[in-house]
């Protein structure tokens, strides 16, 4: 009973030193982050992260307290520190391991920056705009949009799940890309719409998340515990990574070179990542777009879209579009397609970050959706849908200084320019030809929500009305 008391005292007393005498003690935030991290994983748990942590910016400003060593900021400062110090920032949390492909770690998921720096090395030639726009993975890009513009057309008057065919379209991309002459066709193969359908209709972020935090009893946890497997998509990556006679411009091709330094299934994993990502991040990207585009009170910024579609020569080159570039931006601004926060570590000493001390070891990050929308000097009315603010010449370089759809630094989107090219030949190819409006059957919400980084529930969707422009 009394080594229970002595226990209970300094219990207490370590809770009260750290809570009142802790460095990050000055920092706003509710009363209950000083003591315990139960909440934040709470709110993880429960798939509003990205919701409350933004209520708490709102209420206390741009620094905010989510734990007893952990922080969230909203501003310029603090993502360059954060994300672009030194080139790369700060080592990531091991929150990342989350995302090992095959149980190897990636690029993505590797936690020290240095390492990451290595490993990026290999993959930025594929990703550089001059390998994108040449004219094979163009026209496999302009392919699938074509299949997906035939698909809407198919459907005349009735409604169209536009979510299951922005995905099957992202996927069908990214795959092209990465192991062409051998990528999916999920828009019009049955075969190939069960992996897209595999990787997309799930929730696993709560269970990986169990795995995450309980890692000792993992091994014990029940079946329907575990996040699912994606056989049929881990199968054709591993097909593809042992395929040989790639075309030139392909990922697999370079990743499979004799001064590559990845082995075979590390080559693999690292395109069922960039497969994963590419199809999230493009399909959900251009499915929130859509769908605001086709919004009552956005009709106008469609029918300005389509002005500036029809009126360019069929041939013009997609980064001479100043109104697409505008739609794209802004939907990215209200919607990011990775809406989670970006977990890293204070490097040893310690850093001042916005004018606080954080000690070495803190947790600070930064999420997308509070940085685009917190500051409204740079963003007015952020909630509202509006791409002409990216028109105007003033607060022009604050504005794109603070798009961070993409994260930042030397470890942001490396898949940002293939993402850009699917998304502007996509809503080229249909804007020149359609109206969209919303079907009066769509009863799905589209209510942004942290399940986008482990996919969506069975039965989303999206519905709109393609209608000839007359």
Sequence with gaps: MLSLWIGTVFLCGYLFVRGFFSPLSNIPGPWYTRFTSLWIKYQEFTANRRESVHRMHKVYGPVVRLGPDEVSFTSLEAIKEIYASGGSGYDKTEYYDLFRQFKIKTMFSTLLKDEHSKRKRIFAERYAMTNIMKEKPMAAIAERASVFVSKCAEAGRQSVDVYSLLHCYALDCVTHFMFSPGGLKSLDNAKDFEIMHELTYHQSLQKNLLEYYLPALAPY????????????ANQYVLDMAAQSNLDTHSLMERLQRKDSPLEQIQAA??????????IDTTGDGLCFLMWELSQPQNLGFQRRLQEELRAAPLDAPLDSYVYLDAVIKEALRCSPPIPMSLPRYVPAGGRQIDGFFMPEHTIVSCQPYSVHRINERVFPEPDCFNPDRWLLEEGAAERNRLFFSFAAGGRGCTGKNLALVEMKTLLRQVYMRYWTTVAPDMTASMKLDDQIISSRPEGQSCRLVFSDIE
């Design 269 to 278: 994993a690292e395109c069922k990542d960039h497969m994963a990502a590419g």
């Design 221 to 232: 946890f029940p079946k329907f515990l575990h996040a699912r497997a994606s056989p049929k």
